[in-house]
């Protein structure tokens, strides 16, 4: 009976730590206009003072949890990444110790859709030939491809541009340029071949890109279960380089990559 009982009292114990091991500290529901509950969508919540972004993706009935065991207590401010849309309104959310936070996120049709691409999505979405795109994968090493599209550079501006680039030592980051000490040569002809295809894809014909913005889907079912919580260091508030960019390739918001080396 004793050891009965002391069975039942050790397995009651185990299942309320598996409950406050996986006790919720901060939900909600993300849905829009145009698809009701979404699916999905990665939700990030950033500690007020704190370098570090925590994300989650929702489920299918467009919920998402952040285990206790991942957010301490304090102001969160909530950001969302969906391809197309943006926060309607600020994300926030007050986390205390101990109690569970709800914080349901409407979605609007994002007002630049081309802020939102990351490099892979821009280069698939740029016409041309894999040989023309090929030489842009090393570009990526400093820099997202958004910075090269957005560039107004006709192609000889563009061709003394990749010459410059050619003589970055490879940490280099926007904010922090490092020439590197023994020259490296870049032919002229090579530095125009890709120059006059950059041309074509970038800003420097008009205001807009003359094709259609192409974005990922999603991920749904069985490849939304495949992303863990996240973490992400933000360098302007940390003294060591974690991320050069955004993790999933987008620019850098304003002071987000600052160094502080
Ligand atoms: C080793 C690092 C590095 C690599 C690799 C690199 N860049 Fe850059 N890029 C930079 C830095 C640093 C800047 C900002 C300073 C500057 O413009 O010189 C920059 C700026 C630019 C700009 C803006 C220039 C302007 O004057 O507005 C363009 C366009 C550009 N890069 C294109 C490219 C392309 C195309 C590639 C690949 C073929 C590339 N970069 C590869 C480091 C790099």
């Not at 939102?116 to 821009?122: G, I, Y």
């Not at 205001?207 to 974005?215: F, I, K, R």
């Not at 999603?218 to 380089?241: A, C, E, M, Y």
Request: contains cysteine.
């Amino acid at each position: 009976m004793k050891i009965k009982t002391l069975l039942l009292a050790t397995s009651m114990l185990m299942a309320a730590g598996v409950v406050a091991s996986q006790a919720q500290a901060l939900s909600g529901k993300v849905s829009s206009t145009e698809e009701g509950a979404m699916e999905g969508v990665l939700v990030s919540a950033q500690r007020s003072g704190s370098p570090i972004t925590v994300t989650v993706v929702t489920d299918q009935s467009g919920s998402y949890r952040f285990p206790a065991a991942r957010l301490a207590p304090g102001s969160y401010a909530l950001r969302i990444r969906a391809a197309g849309y943006e926060l309607d309104g600020a994300g926030a959310a007050e986390v205390a110790a101990g109690r569970a936070t709800t914080a349901d996120l409407r979605l609007r049709k994002a007002h630049d859709l081309a802020a939102q691409l990351t490099s892979t999505e821009w280069l698939i979405s740029m016409p041309g030939t894999a040989e023309q795109k090929r030489p842009l994968i090393e570009c990526m090493s400093c820099h997202t491809v958004e910075r090269i599209v957005r560039s107004k550079l006709r192609a000889p501006e563009l061709a003394a541009v990749l010459k410059r680039m050619q003589n970055y030592a490879n940490n280099s980051t926007v904010q922090h340029p490092q020439k590197r000490l023994v020259e490296r040569e870049l032919s002229d002809k090579r530095a125009r071949e890709v120059a006059d295809y950059l041309e074509t894809v970038n800003l420097s014909a008009g205001e807009s890109w003359s094709y259609p913005l192409q974005t990922l889907p999603r991920p749904r079912g069985r490849q939304r279960g495949t992303i863990p919580p996240l973490h992400r260091f933000d360098r302007s508030k940390t003294r060591s380089v974690i991320w050069r960019c955004d993790r999933i390739g987008r620019e850098p918001k304003a002071g987000l990559s600052k160094r502080r080396l």
